[in-house]
């Protein structure tokens, strides 16, 4: 899971239109170098697009918005067949974008 931190949103968003396609540019990169490992992939919109539903208050609850406020939020992922975490490990390493990925297996 790609998780993007305020502090990476706020330098992208501050970077120029040129600074930010070469950004963009080298996750497209990323993906093509590692396209024999990645099954899926995909980017969620915004945070503030969520809506969650609790099960655990009686009755479900849909509320706007993520289940819980945070200043880091997943902003993607990409579902890898690989060996080992060691080699989860070294495919993350190269990741050019969000600050932070987290890695789970997956069944």
């Not at 239109?17 to 396209?35: I, S």
């Amino acid at each position: 899971m790609f998780v993007e931190t305020e502090q990476f949103a706020k330098e992208l968003a501050a970077m120029g239109e040129l600074e930010q396609q070469a950004a963009y540019e080298a996750v497209g990169r990323w993906f093509a170098e590692n396209t024999d490992k990645i099954t899926h992939h995909t980017h969620l919109h915004p945070v503030h697009t969520a809506t969650t539903v609790r099960l655990d208050q009686g009755d479900p609850v849909v509320t706007d918005g993520p289940f819980v406020e945070g200043k880091e939020v997943v902003s993607g992922f990409a579902e890898v067949e690989v060996a080992d975490l060691d080699e989860a490990l070294a495919l993350a390493r190269t990741w050019p974008a969000c600050p932070i990925v987290e890695i789970r297996p997956a069944s």
